[in-house]
C-alpha cells in the first residue's frame, strides 16, 4: 500500500502542476452545465411568423391575436406580399406564414366557407410539428369563441401546408447537419493532435531551422487535411443522396464552396488549439470544449428558438451555426450563393480571423 500511496501521491503533484489540464478539468463541466442547463429546452414556443392579412378586418385582426396569444407563434412581420412570406421563409426569417385571403371575414359573415393558410417550413421537424398541431388546436378554439363569432358559421377551411419536408423525415433534417457535426469533431481533432505530437517529438523545431517560414510550415501541414476535410464531406454527400435518397436541391459546386469555407474554420480551430495545448490531451479536451456547444447550441439537434436570449446570442459566435443553415438551405431550399449571404458572410470572416491569428501566434510560440 505504502508503494501504491507514493505513486497516487506523485501523480496528483503531477496533475496539480499541470494548471492547464487542472483548469480545463474543472471549469469547462461547470460551463457546459451552466450553458447546456439554461440553453437546452425541447419546449418550442415563439415560432418566429410572417402574417399576410389580405382581409384587414376585424375577424382577421383577431385570428391574428389569437395565434400570437398562444405563445407558440410569434409575428416577427405584417408582410405586404406573397413573394415576401416566401422569401422569408426561403432565408429562414420565419418558421410559418399565416396567409388570410381578402374574403375572409365576408365568408364568415355569409355563412360560407372561409379558407386560411399556414405556410411551415418543415426542414426541422420538431418545430413543425408544433406549429402543425397548434395551429389547428388554435383554429378550433376560434371557432367555438362565441364573443367573436357569435352566429353559427360553417368551420374554416384550414389548410397547413409543409414546405422543403413535406413528409417531415427526419433523415432530411439530420443528414444534412451531419456534414457539420463530422467535419467539427474530425478535423480539429486530427489537427491538433498531429500538430502537437510533432511538438512532442521535436520534429516541428528541426524543421524551423531550415530556411522553411513558419506559416508555410503551417499551410503545408493543413492542406493534407483540407483534401481529407473534402473527402470526408464527399463521403457523406454521396451516401445522403444515393443511400438515404435525401434530394439536393440547389447548386452542388455552391455546397462544396461553402464546405471549404467550413472546413477552413474547423481547421483554425484546431491549428489554434496545437499553440495552447503542451500535449494531446491537453489538445483534445481543448478541441472537444468547443465541439460540444456545436452540437447543443447551433440548432443541429434543439432548435435555437426554444434557447434564452443569451444562449442564443452565444450560438452566434459558433461557425456550425452558420453551416448548418447553409448546408440545409441548399440541399433542402434549394438556395443559392446569395440567398445565403447573411450566413455566408461571417463563416467568412470565422474562417479568415481563426487562421491569420492561429498562425500568427504559432508563429510566435514556435519563434
Aim: charge should be positive; proline fraction near 6%; charged fraction near 15%.
Amino acid at each position: 500500500m505504502r508503494s501504491i500511496w507514493a505513486i497516487a501521491r506523485k501523480e496528483f503533484i503531477q496533475v496539480s502542476r499541470d494548471r492547464r489540464t487542472l483548469l480545463l478539468i474543472i471549469i469547462m463541466p461547470m460551463m457546459q452545465l451552466m450553458i447546456y442547463g439554461y440553453g437546452i429546452n425541447t419546449d418550442v414556443k415563439h415560432l418566429p411568423t410572417y402574417v399576410y392579412d389580405q382581409d384587414r378586418s376585424y375577424l382577421s385582426r383577431r385570428l391574428v391575436n389569437a395565434f400570437t396569444q398562444s405563445d407558440y407563434f410569434i409575428v416577427k412581420s405584417q408582410a405586404i406580399s406573397l413573394p415576401q412570406v416566401y422569401s422569408a421563409l426561403d432565408r429562414g426569417l420565419a418558421q410559418s406564414a399565416l396567409v388570410i385571403p381578402p374574403d375572409f371575414s365576408a365568408n364568415l359573415i355569409k355563412k360560407k366557407m372561409a379558407q386560411v393558410q399556414l405556410l411551415i417550413d418543415g426542414t426541422d421537424s420538431t418545430p413543425a410539428n408544433v406549429a402543425l398541431n397548434s395551429s389547428q388546436a388554435i383554429i378550433n378554439a376560434f371557432m367555438q369563441n362565441e364573443k367573436l363569432i357569435p352566429v353559427q358559421v360553417l368551420p374554416i377551411d384550414f389548410r397547413p401546408r409543409l414546405w422543403y419536408n413535406p413528409d417531415l423525415k427526419s433523415t432530411y433534417f439530420m443528414l444534412p447537419g451531419l456534414i457539420g457535426l463530422v467535419l467539427q469533431f474530425l478535423i480539429p481533432m486530427m489537427t491538433a493532435t498531429a500538430i502537437v505530437r510533432e511538438k512532442e517529438r521535436g520534429n516541428i523545431e528541426q524543421l524551423l531551422v531550415t530556411p522553411i517560414k513558419p506559416y508555410q510550415l503551417i499551410l503545408g501541414k493543413i492542406i493534407p487535411y483540407i483534401v481529407i476535410g473534402m473527402f470526408i464531406a464527399t463521403s457523406i454527400i454521396t451516401t445522403m443522396h444515393f443511400l438515404f435518397v435525401v434530394p439536393i436541391h440547389g447548386n452542388i459546386m455552391t455546397l462544396f464552396a461553402l464546405t471549404l469555407v467550413f472546413l477552413i474554420v474547423c481547421l483554425g480551430i484546431g491549428l489554434w488549439a496545437s499553440t495552447v495545448a503542451d500535449n494531446q490531451q491537453q489538445a483534445s479536451q481543448i478541441v472537444m470544449f468547443f465541439a460540444m456547444p456545436s452540437i447543443l447550441l447551433s440548432g443541429f439537434i434543439f432548435p435555437t428558438g426554444a434557447m434564452p436570449v443569451w444562449v442564443r446570442d452565444i450560438s452566434y459566435f459558433i461557425p456550425m451555426t452558420y453551416f448548418l443553415k447553409i448546408v440545409r438551405g441548399i440541399i433542402l431550399k434549394g438556395l443559392g450563393f446569395f440567398d445565403l449571404i447573411d450566413q455566408v458572410w461571417p463563416l467568412l470572416l470565422m474562417a479568415i480571423l481563426v487562421i491569420v491569428f492561429s498562425i500568427r501566434r504559432f508563429a510566435k510560440r514556435m519563434g
